[in-house]
């Protein structure tokens, strides 16, 4: 599996919203989760997603597109 980033924003934009290898996690604060490839794209800082955060989030990624059952896209 290609390596997972996410990074902390503070808005949400359009792009991000219909953005199929952007998830959005709504927790302790707002983040963006991508692939360390299409991070790129954005202009913030991005971290390593650790393997316990995958599987507490249920974070899944088939054909480059970042979905979870607890976050699920609208």
């Known amino acids: 599996m290609e390596k997972l980033v996410y990074a902390e924003i503070g808005r949400v934009t359009d792009v991000m919203r219909r953005d199929s290898r952007v998830l959005l996690i709504g927790d302790t604060g707002l983040f963006l989760v991508t692939t360390e490839s299409h991070s790129k ?34």
């Open 41 to 74: 794209h954005y202009f913030e800082e991005f971290h390593e997603v650790v393997k316990q955060a995958i599987d507490d989030y249920q974070i899944v990624l088939v054909n480059g597109e970042i979905s979870s059952k607890l976050f699920p896209t609208c």
